[in-house]
């Protein structure tokens, strides 16, 4: 028991110790931390991260053991390798600097406006339900998860606000950009024009054209979501983890959309601060 009131005594001294300001740093901290977390995660680094740890892990053991030349040529090249890191992550904080700029705070705190993401999802089936009855092909790719920016060199950038119109100009049969896909990041159309990878998928329909083997083929490739409107036949498809979803009418392909793309309740995708709380508290319940 003396034991006990000794260890609450000294805890009490030391939360007494604790400011508002030390707070303050334990949670800037932890959005540093998980951002760059999110930013691995998101471009697909997990390998290159894999990488620095085990070069630490050698430097480590390096220094151990006492290898004095080794241990200095580790030592370079963890400086040099501080500038490849920014050179290699350079579109992704290019995005994030952008964002802080601009004054867009809440899409680095990852929340996204529910009422925008309506109505890019109203003006994409609106879009599709006209390119379907001209049966003129398209191919509209969502980012999510995972970072497109190699699939937007590809093609020719716009960061246009998402409209039926411009969907129904840019599909055009003998617009300059038709045959390329579009891709929608964050609720605004970043690029059109662009080049996706084909499905090595032995199993798909052989009916199935080049627009449906690249939106599967994308899907396969990162957790995007790709709707396709055949040209051949003005059928609406949604690709999603490889697996093609055909013969939709506009009004499934809203809801299918709305389900993907801005899920509720449970379902809903855990983002930023809020979302790593509510993961969080969730294990521990």
Same mark, same amino acid.
């Given at each position: 028991m003396e034991t006990v009131r000794e260890i609450m005594q000294n805890l009490s001294r030391y939360v007494a110790l604790v400011s508002i300001w030390d707070g303050v740093d334990i949670l800037v901290m932890t959005v540093v931390v998980?951002?760059?977390?999110? *930013?691995?995660?998101?471009?697909?680094?997990?390998r290159v991260l894999r990488g620095i740890a085990l070069l630490l892990a050698v430097s480590w053991v390096?220094?151990?053991?006492?290898l004095h030349t080794?241990?200095?040529?580790?030592?370079? &090249?963890?400086?040099?390798?501080?500038?490849a890191l920014v050179i290699v992550f350079q579109p992704e904080l290019r995005r994030m600097l952008e964002q802080m700029g601009s004054g867009k705070l809440t899409g680095l705190l990852g929340r996204e406006s529910r009422s925008h993401l309506e109505g890019v999802i109203m003006q994409t089936v609106g879009a599709c339900?006209?390119?379907s009855w001209r049966r003129e092909g398209a191919l509209i790719v969502f980012e999510r998860g995972t970072l497109l920016d190699d699939v937007v060199k590809t093609g020719t950038l716009l960061?246009?606000?998402? &409209?039926?119109e411009l969907l129904k100009n840019i599909f055009f049969p003998k617009a300059p950009l038709h045959d390329g896909a579009v891709i929608v990041r964050g609720g605004r159309l970043a690029a059109a024009g662009?080049?996706?990878?084909?499905?090595?998928?032995?199993?798909?329909?052989? @009916?199935?054209?080049?627009?449906?083997?690249?939106?599967?083929?994308?899907?396969?490739?990162? @957790?995007?979501?790709?709707?396709?409107?055949?040209?051949?036949?003005?059928?609406?498809?949604?690709? @999603?983890?490889g697996m093609l979803k055909r013969h939709l009418d506009p009004e499934t392909?809203? *809801?299918?959309?709305?389900?993907?793309?801005?899920?509720?309740?449970?379902?809903?995708?855990?983002?930023?601060?809020?979302?790593?709380?509510r993961r969080l508290t969730r294990k521990n319940s």
């Open positions: 998980y951002k760059l977390i999110e *930013l691995l995660r998101k471009s697909n680094s997990v390096v220094e151990l053991s006492e080794v241990s200095f040529v580790l030592a370079n &090249t963890m400086q040099i390798g501080l500038l339900g006209t390119l960061n246009a606000e998402v &409209t039926a662009c080049m996706l990878p084909l499905s090595g998928n032995q199993n798909l329909s052989r @009916d199935l054209g080049m627009r449906h083997r690249a939106g599967v083929g994308m899907s396969e490739n990162s @957790d995007a979501l790709v709707v396709v409107v055949s040209e051949e036949s003005g059928s609406i498809s949604v690709a @999603d983890g392909l809203g *809801l299918l959309l709305k389900q993907e793309l801005m899920p509720s309740g449970e379902e809903a995708p855990a983002r930023g601060v809020s979302g790593l709380w």
